[in-house]
């Protein structure tokens, strides 16, 4: 069981940035895939990040390519992201979810909500133009 906790959405203009933080609780011998969702006004949800929670295999979806990063503190205890260059298009509720790591964390169905078990409840990040 892996209990998780968003904050630092808000309200920024078009360009700014924002970072994002989950605090997570498991059992830090486990290997965990750690991810960031998010879902538009209009309802749609979509892998935005993912990293393994040593850290390693950072991955991303096109459209934050270049603009997000996504991290992890050395105690295993928090996830970050990191938004820079915002436009209106990243307007969304973002989630930060985990799953026991598997393969799938290594291969392209990261991207599939399913194949993370727990999720945290979400923040809100608007941004205007």
């Known amino acids: 069981q892996v209990q998780l906790m968003e904050s630092g959405g808000g309200a920024v203009q078009a360009g700014g940035s924002l970072r994002l933080s989950c605090a997570y609780s498991?059992?830090?011998?486990?290997?965990?895939?750690l991810g960031w969702f998010r879902q538009n006004p209009g309802g749609k949800r979509e892998a935005v990040a993912k990293?393994?929670?040593?850290?390693?295999?950072?991955a991303y979806t096109e459209s934050v390519k270049g603009r997000f990063t996504i991290s992890q503190d050395n105690a295993k205890t928090t996830l970050y992201l990191q938004m820079s260059n915002l436009t209106s298009e990243d307007t969304a509720m973002y989630y930060c979810?985990?799953?026991?790591?598997?393969?799938?964390?290594?291969?392209?169905?990261?991207?599939?909500?399913?194949?993370?078990?727990?999720w945290g409840q979400g923040t809100q990040v608007i941004v205007s133009s």
């Open positions: 979810a985990a799953n026991t790591e598997t393969s799938a964390c290594w291969s392209a169905a990261w991207v599939l909500s399913r194949e993370f078990s727990w």
């Open positions: 498991g059992d830090v011998s486990n290997k965990y895939c």
């Open positions: 990293i393994d929670s040593d850290g390693r295999g950072p």
